[in-house]
């Protein structure tokens, strides 16, 4: 790296720092804060005035994947991933993005296939705390453990989190969610994986973008659910259903 990107970064992350304000102790509903090596690929997706919007996973030293619905409409050179911390107050290297690709059959309505990358104008430097997450081929069955991570509120409309947050989950049938959905479950498709575990807990808010996770490989990318876990399923986006597009880029 030359010496002038190495300015622009320590500049950008002492500016980072400086604005970044410390979240209430809200987090993901019924979520346990991560400890450290939890999840070296989760970034923080943030505006051009540090506030955090969505989730992201690191799949390359210059890819974020993460939800179309979460970058749709978003200006790739104002939003910046923040990576390698657990928390939104703490300073870190903000690298600042180059372009956005979206899934070309993203679906707004059923967001099906909601899925988008972001690539960084620079290349993240990887560390034992900022490493890519291999994203998995397995079509993913019923009843399977999952985990899944995000900074977002524990209730509808509250603040994000300031400390990360992880859920334990448990996957069900695409026919059974679209049943506990009941008038939303119309939007459930091929590309759609459910969880579910019970009332209290579940995603939240600016918890969609990021990944749900088995055995150390990515399965899902956080999609939708009804505010804020209900007792209602979550939905996400199938990483085997999304697999090949992702890796014609990265």
Do not use: K
């Not at 980072?16 to 997706?45: F, H």
């Not at 703490?90 to 070309?104: D, R, S, V």
């Not at 969610?177 to 498709?189: D, P, Q, S, V, Y």
């Amino acid at each position: 790296m030359v010496r002038g990107q190495q300015t622009v970064l320590v500049l950008s992350a002492l500016l980072v720092v400086a604005s970044a304000i410390a979240a209430p102790d809200r987090r993901v509903v019924g979520g346990i804060d991560a400890v450290a090596g939890d999840a070296p690929w989760m970034v923080s997706l943030r505006n051009s005035i540090n506030s955090h919007f969505c989730g992201g996973t690191l799949v390359s030293n210059r890819f974020v994947l993460s939800s179309a619905n979460c970058l749709s409409g978003r200006l790739a050179t104002a939003t910046m991933v923040v990576a390698g911390t657990r928390f939104l107050n703490t300073a870190a290297i903000p690298y600042w993005g180059l372009q956005i690709i979206t899934h070309p059959n993203y679906n707004v309505n059923t967001l099906e296939n909601n899925v988008a990358l972001l690539q960084t104008a620079l290349p993240l430097i990887l560390t034992q705390s900022i490493q890519p997450l291999a994203l998995s081929a397995d079509v993913i069955g019923v009843a399977v453990r999952a985990r899944l991570f995000g900074w977002g509120p524990n209730v509808a409309n509250g603040g994000n989190t300031n400390a990360l947050q992880f859920l334990n989950v448990n996957t069900l049938s695409n026919d059974d969610c679209a049943n506990f959905l009941g008038a939303e479950g119309w939007r459930i498709g091929t590309s759609s994986l459910c969880t579910l575990t019970r009332e209290g807990q579940g995603i939240c808010g600016s918890d969609e973008g990021g990944a749900l996770v088995l055995d150390n490989y990515a399965i899902g990318v956080i999609s939708w659910g009804i505010p804020c876990a209900t007792g209602r399923p979550d939905v996400f986006t199938r990483i085997s259903s999304v697999r090949s597009w992702v890796l014609n880029f990265i």
